[in-house]
């Protein structure tokens, strides 16, 4: 066969050539070994970043609002959409009041302008680890200030004191929505989780002007119950589930 009839000193060239890619790919593994391990230990684990996004990331928010961590708690999320399902399969006609957040994806890093343009070319490092950790999607550049989105559901407050403590780094927030919308509230309780949905209409680039709230119970075991709606109205006195369970401020 053709192989055959190498010299054996074709041979010998070959393995060393061989050799010598094996070398380069055990230093390059060590390279990126030795890069993973200058990260420090971050908020998050592995497993619960990759758990993010969810299958309703609109759920997420809310249930991420509920959530202690840096991404929502699994249990919650259950939670939340089973009862918001339930919720909807009982009064169809709120199945398009969605949770209202108060931030944009995204996160603002603020910087000098030669900051700023490192960041842009990519020449800034010290971001790596937060932007490998967090699973940055997309980095724009601002006026004065970087726009960072993730690719998943994040506590963006957290997130964003992370950025803020990087060098060089002036600032870093959430990119707050303004104006209002409809919204669910949520609030958890011992045997009983309770819901009000909020249809926000007139004005909402202001705040709106008009709420109409929807009140329901929910169990454990995902079954929801109508207790009440009322119209928000000014000099007329709110129902005691209106205070408890409604807010028109978004934390």
């Not at 990519?122 to 550049?141: E, I, M, P, V």
């Not at 004191?161 to 919308?181: H, K, W």
């Not at 006195?237 to 028109?248: H, I």
């Given at each position: ?25 055990k ?5 990126n ?9 971050l ?8 758990q ?22 699994q ?45 842009d070319?990519g ?6 680890c ?16 970087m ?20 060098p ?25 989780w ?32 109508y ?18 369970y409604?807010s028109?401020?978004?934390?």
């Amino acid at each position: 066969m053709l192989y055959r009839s190498f010299a054996l000193g074709a041979l010998v060239v070959l393995a060393a050539g061989c050799l010598e890619q094996s070398d380069n790919a055990k230093d390059s593994a060590s390279n990126n070994a030795s890069a993973a391990t200058d990260c420090p230990v971050l908020p998050g684990t592995p497993a619960e970043i990759a758990q993010t996004p969810r299958a309703d990331q609109n759920l997420e928010l809310l249930a991420l609002s509920l959530s202690a961590g840096l991404t929502a708690d699994q249990a919650v999320y259950d939670r939340v959409v089973q009862d918001v399902q339930s919720i909807r399969s009982l009064q169809p006609q709120l199945a398009d009041v969605t949770y209202h957040p108060a931030y944009v994806n995204q996160i603002l890093v603020g910087a000098s302008p030669d900051t700023l343009e490192e960041m842009d070319r990519g020449a800034y490092k010290s971001w790596d680890c937060l932007n490998q950790q967090y699973k940055l999607k997309s980095k724009t550049r601002a006026s004065t200030a970087m726009v960072l989105q993730f690719d998943g559901i994040f506590d963006l407050k957290q997130l964003s004191a992370l950025y803020a403590a990087l060098p060089e780094v002036t600032y870093a927030e959430p990119n707050l929505i303004l104006g209002g919308a409809s919204s669910i509230y949520v609030t958890p309780d011992t045997s009983q989780w309770h819901y009000v949905l909020d249809v926000a209409s007139d004005d909402c680039e202001a705040g709106c002007i008009n709420h109409q709230l929807y009140y329901f119970v929910t169990n454990d075991g995902g079954a929801a119950e109508y207790v009440a709606d009322w119209l928000v109205a000014p000099d007329t006195q709110a129902p005691e589930w209106v205070a408890k369970y409604w807010s028109d401020v978004r934390n």
